[in-house]
């Protein structure tokens, strides 16, 4: 079992008034090679929840294991679990700082005591694993549009060779097509490689796309932790705690309460429209050609 | 839970300290102080020591409060002790320990430098307890208005102050957040000789400078847009005005710094050495 | 008398080099042409770098037109006597919640564009409470900003701008860096506000969601307007706005889908009720 959260319970600012729980027993088991989602609503704890997965924050209680260790014993080298599970913030531009690109993306691995060469060599790499213009290599970072120095942060990350990818609200800020664009590549690193990756994200659509497991948190704790299908198919639960499905849910409901018999488990537009056109043909209606 | 942080900490309460003209707060401490260098006998600590406790009780802020702002002076506090008892020479020598040598002149001065420490310290805090980083702006604002006359940038500075005080929270939190990203990345900050750690610096100073500048050219064009164009012009919203009270204030301070000072100077009144 | 107009605007960018010396520009704005009618609800549309957030700047005269004219209420934004009042006609609120807060304290940051524009002390008081209630944000209105959240801080914003009184809001991507609730709290504060106040609204952005009650909406990729129209016309065109990297709510898309597999539907749908009302119209 790549990660496992045993009773994890952490608690803000302990005995001052602003104490506050974030995390409440949380027992999860995270494979390797999964494709996770993380939904919740703001302060639910999804983001303190990540921050836990490499050992940024420690909890107040309870166990994290990596790969079968308790993160947590006597000299257990955080430094080198932060190589294997590795944490992309939301807007993770804001963490660039060096001359050129090119030299911010090897920070990782000079980190990780790697020699120069190969810093590099790992760096053109993730780059090239992002979608990144080779043109742009030895510019100022600071000199990229949005979305390159996102991808250039992320690279980063990637860098490090880590076995597991967190990203946090990866798409916040982008247009339309700079979302699909970040979301298709994470999702072709997942089927290239044997990363597990963590998404946590507000865009239902988005994540009933590409995920084959969601974990939505509520208050401190896990709600729901199962299929997409299975998880959005609560969507009247999801919107008494301000979560929302993807919009086909809704239409799907509304279309079988209407009296067409429907699918109601599809979350995306293509599923949507397969289930309703072979509805329609069964009660007999006709095609008008092709538009 | 950073963005909780003050600066000079303001301890909310409604008490008739916390509702005077922060002018009234900034021009009496300002005597107060003035009157702690003034003193030559005891006399006049002790009625300084009377005029503090009776300013603390009416500002209904815990006494505990107070001396925690001591907290982190006991160092200074204790160097200047120290300092002033072995190294002063005259009067007679109390203790004499190898070639250290306590005397009479050195215990007074070491002693008095302490009291005058501590209750610089608390009367400040005091001042501060009791007015919000705004009011104090505002008040710096309107005291050193006469100097607008020789064109000095009194409104600008206030604005930058206030404006300050306002993104202090702000840059704190994010510096947190850009640490954070980059432990993430491998980045060690705490080992290494003193070269390592500045080194090690750079990744949380660079992002964060370019933040800084990113907001507050953000800002300015916020407040462009908001028809921001200088100080004329400006009317205020929560405008400074004296009131009665703050006549009184100022009335028992000056009172007080009269009396102290003439006692603290010119009365003869020795306890011992003291 | 059209509250915006711009006849054949065009905006550059200086292109510097490392030495700050200018090599050359950056069309932002190629030739737009737009009429804006008062009281109306305007969206503007498109993909990071089609130059939108440029358009809005020139309306409130943070920048001006390299060649061609900007009008604000008839005002041209190149007078500089101008400046202020077409600032206070056309307010503004921006993307980040935090750098447009100044005040510690929320009445205070609503009260500083009605400082600016030396309205007498009193009025300031009334003009605040009025803009809070307006938001909604009366409740907290001796809190602090850093406590609250973006969608709050946005809403403290847009009350700022209101307290200005202005003819004219233009909100430049208001929602881009909030969640989804805070998102709702943001669009309906500004619907309450229009049906309330009867302000122009020029709301730019890319989520197409939030432009479904727009009066009209513009498009805009490469510094051109490319598509005008109702939603209704905007959202029927599901593939070119695909081309101009935007994107179509669920319900439009499916609708689309549907249509490209034989079954006629009308095009543009915009709500789960219409699509439903059609689908068992065809059943």
């Not at chain 1, 709600?223 to 299908?229: A, E, N, R, S």
């Not at chain 2, 964060?208 to 205020?236: I, N, P, Q, W």
């Not at chain 3, 909604?136 to 009350?159: F, T």
Request: aromatic content about 8%; charged content about 25%; some cysteine.
């Amino acid at each position: 079992m790549s990660i496992k959260l045993e009773h994890v319970n952490y608690i803000y600012s302990p005995e001052t008034a602003y104490e506050k729980q974030a995390l409440s027993d949380i027992c999860l088991e995270i494979p390797q090679g999964q494709f996770i989602g993380v939904i919740g609503h703001t302060g639910s704890g999804k983001s303190t929840l990540i921050q836990h997965l490499n050992g940024l924050i420690r909890a107040t209680s309870g166990v994290v294991y990596y790969e079968g260790r308790n993160i947590y014993e006597d000299g257990y080298p955080l430094k080198e679990l932060r190589s294997q599970v590795g944490l992309v913030f939301q807007y993770p531009e804001h963490q660039l700082f060096e001359i050129s690109v090119l030299k911010d993306v090897c920070f990782g691995p000079a980190n990780q005591g790697l020699p120069e060469e190969e810093c590099v060599a790992r760096a053109r790499e993730a780059l090239e694993m992002v979608g990144f213009p080779e043109k742009y290599y030895d510019q100022s970072p600071f000199e990229l549009s949005g979305g390159q120095k996102r991808r250039a942060a992320i690279a980063g990350v990637l860098a490090m060779h880590p076995r597991v990818l967190i990203l946090d609200e990866p798409t916040a800020g982008l247009d339309p097509r700079g979302r699909d664009d970040i979301l298709n590549q994470i999702a072709r690193l997942h089927q290239q490689s044997e990363m597990t990756v963590i998404l946590v994200s507000h865009s239902m659509e988005d994540i009933a796309k590409y995920v084959e497991r969601i974990i939505v948190m509520n208050k401190s704790s896990v709600l729901y932790d199962g299929k997409p299908k299975e998880v959005f198919s609560h969507y009247q639960e999801l919107e008494a705690v301000g979560l929302a499905a993807p919009q086909v849910t809704y239409i799907m409901h509304a279309l079988k309460e209407s009296g067409i018999a429907v699918d109601l488990s599809a979350t995306t537009v293509m599923e949507a429209a397969d289930s309703i056109e072979a509805s329609l043909k069964k009660a007999g209606k006709e095609t008008v050609g092709t538009v | 839970m950073i963005r909780d942080i003050t600066i000079g900490q303001y301890y909310p309460a409604n008490s008739i300290v916390h509702r005077l003209d922060p002018r009234v707060k900034i021009m009496c401490t300002l005597f107060y102080l003035i009157s702690l260098f003034l003193f030559k006998s005891v006399l006049g600590y002790a009625i300084a020591l009377l005029f503090l406790s009776f300013c603390i009780r009416l500002s209904k802020v815990p006494f505990k409060f107070i001396v925690k702002g001591l907290k982190p002076i006991i160092m200074l506090l204790m160097i200047t002790v120290i300092f002033n008892l072995f190294l002063t020479v005259g009067g007679d020598t109390l203790i004499q320990i190898w070639k250290l040598r306590v005397t009479t002149e050195g215990l007074r001065t070491a002693v008095f430098m302490a009291v005058r420490l501590i209750f610089l310290i608390m009367g400040s805090s005091l001042m501060t307890f009791t007015t919000t980083p705004n009011a104090l702006t505002d008040g710096i604002e309107k005291l050193l208005a006469p100097l607008n006359i020789v064109k000095a940038p009194v409104h600008e500075v206030a604005m930058m102050m206030s404006i300050a005080l306002r993104f202090i929270p702000i840059l704190l939190e994010e510096t947190d957040k850009i640490m954070k990203a980059q432990i993430a990345r491998g980045a060690d900050l705490e080992s290494g000789n003193i070269i390592q750690k500045a080194k090690s610096m750079i990744p949380i100073l660079v992002p964060l400078f370019v933040s800084a500048f990113r907001r507050a050219s953000d800002l300015a064009m916020a407040m462009e847009a908001r028809c921001y164009h200088g100080g004329e012009g400006r009317t205020k919203m929560k405008p400074l005005v004296y009131r009665k009270r703050d006549a009184a204030a100022y009335a028992i301070t000056l009172v007080y710094t009269v009396t102290a000072v003439l006692v603290g100077r010119y009365v003869s009144f020795h306890i011992w050495i003291f | 008398m059209d509250i915006v107009q711009t006849r054949q605007l065009i905006f550059d960018y200086d292109k510097r080099d490392d030495e700050g010396k200018v090599i050359g520009h950056h069309r932002a704005i190629d030739r737009v042409d737009i009429d804006i009618e008062r009281g109306q609800f305007i969206a503007i549309l498109g993909h990071n770098g089609s130059g939108k957030s440029t358009l809005a700047k020139h309306i409130n005269a943070i920048l001006v037109p390299t060649e061609g004219t900007v009008w604000v209420d008839g005002k041209d934004t190149r007078d500089p006597d101008e400046l202020w009042n077409i600032r206070q006609t056309a307010g503004m609120v921006f993307q980040n919640p935090d750098n447009q807060i100044i005040g510690t304290v929320v009445e205070e940051d609503v009260g500083f564009g009605p400082e600016n524009l030396g309205v007498p002390t009193e009025e300031i008081w009334q003009r605040v409470e009025d803009s809070l209630k307006a938001v909604g944000m009366m409740e907290y209105r001796s809190h602090s900003p850093n406590k609250l959240s973006g969608g709050q801080k946005q809403r403290v914003a847009i009350a700022g701008v209101v307290a200005m009184r202005p003819k004219c809001i233009v909100l430049d991507e208001p929602t881009a860096m909030l969640d989804p609730n805070g998102r709702k709290e943001v669009l309906e504060a500004v619907e309450e506000l229009r049906k309330r106040e009867q302000v122009t609204v020029i709301l730019i952005t890319h989520y197409m969601e939030e432009v479904i009650g727009a009066d009209k909406i513009f498009v805009m990729d490469k510094g051109n307007v490319v598509m005008e129209g109702s939603p209704r016309e905007i959202f029927a065109e599901v593939d070119k706005l695909k081309e101009y990297r935007l994107d179509v709510p669920q319900v439009t898309r499916l609708a689309d889908e549907l249509e490209k597999r034989g079954f006629p539907l009308s095009r543009g749908i915009l709500s789960i009720e219409e699509l439903v009302d059609e689908i068992c119209r065809l059943n």
